[in-house]
C-alpha cells in the first residue's frame, strides 16, 4: 500500500496529476478541485489510496477533507 506520494508535479490533467518522485512518475487520480490546486514543477504530498479491481490497478488521491481531519 502506498500511504503518500511527496515529490514534483510533472503533469497536470483534468482528473489526474503525475508526482515525480526520484525520476519515478506516479499517476495519481485527484478530484478537479485537487488538480486545479496544485502548480506545476512545486512539490507536493499527495495522500492516497490503492483501488485494486479485476484488470486495473489505480492510485487515488484522498479528499483533502479526509487528510485534514475535517468531515
Same mark, same amino acid.
Given at each position: 500500500?502506498?500511504?503518500?506520494?511527496?515529490?514534483?508535479? /510533472?503533469?497536470?490533467?483534468?482528473?489526474?496529476?503525475?508526482? #515525480?518522485?526520484?525520476?519515478?512518475?506516479?499517476?495519481?487520480?485527484?478530484?478537479?478541485?485537487? /488538480?486545479? /490546486?496544485?502548480?506545476? @514543477?512545486? @512539490?507536493?504530498?499527495?495522500?492516497?489510496?490503492?483501488?485494486?479491481?479485476?484488470? @486495473?490497478? #489505480?492510485l487515488g488521491a484522498v479528499p483533502a477533507e479526509v487528510e485534514q481531519g475535517t468531515p
Open positions: 500500500m502506498i500511504s503518500y506520494v511527496k515529490g514534483t508535479v /510533472a503533469y497536470i490533467g483534468n482528473d489526474c496529476i503525475v508526482v #515525480d518522485n526520484n525520476g519515478i512518475g506516479y499517476n495519481i487520480q485527484v478530484s478537479s478541485s485537487t /488538480a486545479s /490546486a496544485v502548480v506545476m @514543477e512545486k @512539490e507536493v504530498q499527495i495522500y492516497t489510496y490503492m483501488n485494486v479491481k479485476e484488470n @486495473e490497478l #489505480d
